[in-house]
């Protein structure tokens, strides 16, 4: 059983089972805790695709990705044990700022809830600053956009 | 010191102190905490206002709240033991649904956060299906919307 | 990258992944999260090993398995982002409780820490009354023991 | 209300509210929650009895304290918007470690845990090696525990 798997190709896709501890006495996923789906996934794409994981972007490169907005709508419940698929689009990519989409849908297809999160990098070292993004990092989130194209395409 | 303590009055307000386990290794508070720090205003908001703790509602009346949509701007990050306040102000009340605001501010005024936050009202015996807010809770949910109108005009 | 997924075969162990909300200013994994990943781990190995997981075990079985005592000793911090393996030992099976271990290492054998739990079975019906284990479950129990015995001969 | 307080004097006291987040399907505070209340009392208690807080003494002073071992029996569970009273003494100071007991009572007396946590003092500028427990903190570490024997003469 893949408690959080990263699922292989285009999109950045990751299954998920519920556990007990995110449940409340409803029997469901208690509200906060779908914010902390969203940013693991948010977390796990910028590690794979932008190409470096938080931990050395904030400690060694003194740069950071605060999150300036972000908005969720529930669709549908979870409960406890429930499997389902988070899917991470990148809707837009700004100068300094980049929105995501993180979708979750369980395997009969229903889709329980849709994250947006907008988040900028910032230079820690002038002050949490927001700065363009670097070039490389750029690149990689276009080539991600256009592999996400492609692969839509495809199916 | 209030690590949380409700603040006299209306509106309804929350004093709070960040805690050590709510900050990340960028040394603010991990964007997931956030929207933590807007349910559990909520939640003692509809203990004391609405007049029933979730808890007797969900289990005992079969009832329930569930958040439909959410939303989370930042303006201006928090470190572990900074001191903030929480203003809950009810901005819309509908049939079923009803939207709150919660603001964050330091001290020294500083606006630190503002959460939307929609939930309805459901009956559980009958499959989560969205019912009309009982008279006696949106009668409460008016007195206190006309309370802060009140205490605003007065300032 | 495997960020929470169970390793094929006996004994049982789940691969995981350090999460950066799970980390505190100090870059390494907060003490409180420590009994997150004990939990988790004793929850999925429930829910595989004895053969059912705890949300129909309670809701629908009306029973439940409460945890009476935990002890943890840290031996070396974990950072975000670093992977560790959990492996779950069934050190003792008594009338109503059991007894386990869970072990984390890093990939170069590092010892990180060791989590002891010790938990029962109560019969809610029967107002969380500890019962014996049930016949089926403590069969299963035995039947891990006794395969981790012959894993742990057969290295 | 006093969702998360500390009541004045001796003992270090807090009142605190349980949390419907905190909550599992059980309808009790999930296991991994109570490591949390052990950790925020500790950390509070250094904040005003030590008299530092973990984020300067951290990332400031360079310092930590980081916990080497923490056990918890469970005697009652806590439902949802139950209030308890958290005390903490000071059971052991050591050369670089002291050793906490945190105790749970609800108002009707019931005993519902008890935390211990072992903590040592570190120097991160020497990678994390346990140093003694500086002079001005044992001092006011002293000054609690007499304290604490003078309050319980005093009943």
Redesign the interface.
Known sequence: ??????IEGIPFR?RRVV???E?????IV???????Y???TL??WF??VVGV????F??DMKM?S?????????FA?L???ESFTLTLSLEHIGRSAYTTLIDAHKDDGTHCFQIKIVASIVD?SEG?KSVAIPAEFRDRMEAYQNACRTAAVGD
Request: charged letters at 20%; glycine letters at 10%; hydrophobic letters at 35%.
């Open positions: 059983m893949p408690y959080q798997q990263r990751v556990k007990w501890g449940t409340d006495p409803a029997g208690y509200t906060a805790r779908f914010l902390d969203g940013m693991e977390e796990a590690a794979e994981h938080w931990q050395p904030n400690v950071g605060p999150v300036v907005h972000a908005s969720l709508d529930f419940p409960a406890g044990y820690k949490m």
